[in-house]
């Protein structure tokens, strides 16, 4: 998903913020035409293609107070949660020291295997900054 | 989840309402205690038991404008979605009609699969009710 910059002004470095700010619909790639189909019809949103990362089809307004998107994968079909954050370091070590083990990496994504067994990606902050700021909580 | 009573005077039963309410952290009951620690833990939230229904343990406000809940399960670990309706009949044909498959019922709970493999349910308003209408899409 496109990145807004951030201005690190905003930000008090003695701490870091996180929250979560996407669901994934991850599709098998040869499952995602039909799969946009049904999402957009079922939510009655139309789908918007994201430029620069074919991978996502965006479903704008989908959930309240989510970005959510489908993700074209080379996988089984799963939904996943992202956490967005302004460092992506401390966020991984915190959510490794709660439990997760991380299992790979992907350009700015730390993708993490948390209790339970769950996805979970960690990346960097999409939203508009003064938003994350506003709803993201603050970790010592 | 606890049910609001509905009053069927608030709908126009020419038509049905439906929305995404609900993220279900589904998990393998052995793994519940450790689940319940880690997410309540890496959003900061304190986690909610819901009575009558020991299956789910609440996360209020782990994500905006999504109910959020875990639920122990004899299966493996997944995320969910439910869609909340005022007609459990007709929306889940709506969504039949767009290509899901009823896999089972529980309850008042339909469990249907969407079109590139994910688990929807289909469930009763569970929203109060104002709130559901405001935010509901309405389908013909």
């Not at 930000?11 to 870091?16: G, L, P």
């Given at each position: 998903m496109a990145r807004t910059p951030i201005n690190?002004?905003?930000?008090?470095?003695?701490?870091?913020?996180?929250r979560v700010s996407t669901l994934l619909i991850d599709v098998p790639l040869d499952q995602v035409p039909k799969s946009v189909a049904f999402w957009s019809a079922a939510l009655g949103i139309r789908p918007q293609p994201v430029t620069g990362e074919d991978q996502f089809t965006s479903l704008p307004g989908a959930v309240a107070g989510l970005t959510t998107a489908i993700q074209g994968v080379d996988d089984a079909?799963?939904?996943?949660?992202?956490?967005?954050t302004d460092d992506l370091d401390a966020e991984a070590s915190r959510?490794?020291?709660?439990g997760a083990i991380e299992r790979s990496r992907w350009l700015d994504c730390r993708i993490l295997q948390v209790p339970g067994g769950h996805l979970v990606c960690v990346i960097p902050v999409h939203s508009e900054p003064a938003e994350f700021v506003r709803a993201a909580r603050v970790w010592p």
């Open positions: 690190p002004s905003l930000y008090n470095r003695c701490v870091h913020r996180s079909p799963r939904y996943h949660l992202d956490f967005e959510l490794i020291g709660l």
